[in-house]
């Protein structure tokens, strides 16, 4: 069961289409397995729908208008349905195979990153998987600028509490934490960043300048 959810300004802005297509990804993600933050965009989106029919209505003219149901009589009659095909989540066609046989690569201690920023095309921040292995602890750290992380795998605690799979959460430089992963299993987030991570232990933030 999902605990932790995106705030209601996130909501509107995927309802409204304007986070980007990772922040998107992160939200659609959760949505799918969180039914009350479901409700809640499809509420905003009968909203939405609302404002967009009390907008003042614009005249099509007539020559537009036959042009229109011409193009329409000459499109070639439709093909005969496909059959149904297993549905592929978002996450599966990002990456195409099973998270734990990904190319990961080892960072620091019990920490195994992978950046797929480059899976999207013009896209500022940075995109990230991470993996923190089963009953592990993540290098204590704060954030230079916003993250944005959803679980897909196991769970990870903090001084927050317990993020389970599909948890959602956003941290900025206010916040300092060291994730520990909690239950047999490798914990793995998706991370969206501004900024890259500081680290804020005795000896890893001499690391700090390696950071990209």
Known sequence: MTRHHPDSLSLMEYSAGNLSEPHALCIKLHLDKCSHCRSRVDTLDSLGAVMMEQQPKVTVSESMFDSILSKIDSEPAAEPAAPAVPRVSALQKLLGEDLNSLPWKRQLGDVSVLDITDRFPG??????LQKLAAGGKAPAHTHRGEETTIV????????????????????????????????????????VLSAPVKLTGTFTRMLNPFIR
């Open 123 to 128: 896209q500022k921040e940075q995109v990230v």
């Open 152 to 191: 897909l795998q196991g769970a990870f605690a903090d001084q927050k509490g317990v993020f389970n799979q599909w948890d959602f959460v956003v941290l900025n430089d206010e916040d300092e934490h060291k994730p520990v992963a909690v239950g047999c299993e490798d914990c793995i987030t998706l991370s």
